[in-house]
């Protein structure tokens, strides 16, 4: 059986780990890859390098403007999966089906979609109210599904919308020499502090102020504390990023609160924290909860839409603003060191047993397996 895979990231980041997991963990015997991206890039670049088929090629979104490009666009997809024997195309973004979704048809080749964000504005009953509606359309959670239910098409049932979670090789991410030390010397954590971390995309929606605030709080009850952000680079909003560079001056918290860019190297930045933080408003999974997880490392955050699913510990959880709680949860964890190891181990437990990646290629081996006995009645 050949997967299709269409991804306009090039990057492994936690949008494309699923992928990463299906072509890492599936059955050789039973199923072949390929891969098309919009440009070259270092996950591209990696899985060309394990003899991975891979593509480059713009991706356009069909307008009745410029039917030249359509029909250009539209051969090229017909010819990719008649030639290449394509059973499944993966869509790994939603919003690329109606760049697929025609040749799909015609080929009747079944398209599974990717939700990666929250459905809004009409865009679904747009995209998949047609005759070529997905096979399947994957959530990440079931905040994201509830988030999202007013705008799926009255064709598409209820059994092809499916919880599917997300996740990472965990096993490679953690299997790596400790580092602890070495990052926390980096840092200038002094004997006795106790680090705080968090790990975003440095946008409004993150309330990364919150975190800064927190730690503030900390310190002003007498905790020796340090916290960590780690974000930053391309997918930044430079204006946000300045914005926490001053508060942390105007807190007074230069010494306490270190913003260190955006890093490839996760394992370094888990294996030096004490607590993470999550105190984004809204994730649809929340892939840094569980990396932290998978490190053993205790999670007190926000509800933040998936978080709490992803934790499943009410106990660390706080409502969206709720800064009273996330100090009250942090100064316990502080105060109760083997609190904090016990609900560190039970995170790790719950991480890889639920998100680890042959868990994931497990999952899609069952919805492959099952999209195509349905395309076959």
């Not at 490009?69 to 993966?90: A, C, G, P």
């Amino acid at each position: 059986m050949k997967i299709l895979y269409i991804t306009h990231n090039v990057n492994l980041r936690s949008t494309t780990c699923v992928i990463d997991a299906a072509i890492q963990h599936l059955p050789e015997a039973e199923y072949s890859h390929m891969l098309v991206f919009p440009e070259q890039g270092p996950w591209q670049t990696s899985l060309a390098a394990q003899g991975i088929k891979v593509e480059v090629r713009a991706f356009l979104t069909p307008e009745k403007s410029r039917p030249i490009e359509f029909i250009r666009n539209f051969l090229y997809w017909v010819k990719l999966i008649l030639v290449n024997k394509v059973s499944i195309v993966h869509l790994n973004e939603h919003d690329n089906f109606p760049m697929i979704r025609h040749a799909a048809y015609v080929c009747r080749v079944p398209v599974i979609v990717g939700v990666r964000f929250v459905l809004e504005g009409g865009y679904a009953k747009w995209a998949f109210g047609g005759r070529d509606k997905p096979a399947k359309l994957l959530f990440t959670s079931q905040d994201q599904i509830n988030r999202s239910a007013g705008e799926i098409p009255a064709n598409i049932p209820v059994s092809d919308t499916l919880l599917f979670g997300n996740g990472r090789d965990l096993k490679q991410l953690t299997a790596v020499p400790c580092q602890r030390d070495a990052i926390r010397k980096s840092w200038n954590v002094t004997t006795g502090e106790v680090v705080l971390g968090t790990a975003s995309v440095i946008r409004r929606r993150k309330l990364l102020e919150d975190f800064i605030v927190l730690v503030g709080r900390l310190k002003g009850e007498g905790f020796a504390v340090k916290g960590i952000i780690a974000g930053g680079g391309k997918f930044a909003e430079a204006a946000y990023f300045s914005e926490l560079e001053q508060l942390i001056i105007d807190s007074g918290l230069q010494d306490n609160v270190l913003m260190i860019g955006n890093i490839n190297d996760m394992a370094p930045f888990y294996q030096g924290i004490d607590i993470f933080v999550s105190t984004s408003e809204l994730e649809t999974f929340g892939m840094s909860v569980c990396e932290a997880m998978a490190f053993a490392k205790p999670v007190i955050g926000y509800s933040g839409g998936s978080v709490a699913e992803v934790l499943d510990d009410p106990s660390c959880i706080a409502k969206v603003k709720d800064i009273d709680a996330l100090v009250e949860m942090a100064s316990t964890l502080i105060n109760e060191p083997e609190l904090a190891q016990r609900k560190g181990e039970q995170g790790k437990v719950r991480a890889f047993s639920h998100f680890d990646a042959p868990m994931l290629a497990s999952s899609l081996h069952t919805i492959y397996q099952q999209v195509l006995r349905d395309d076959k009645e």
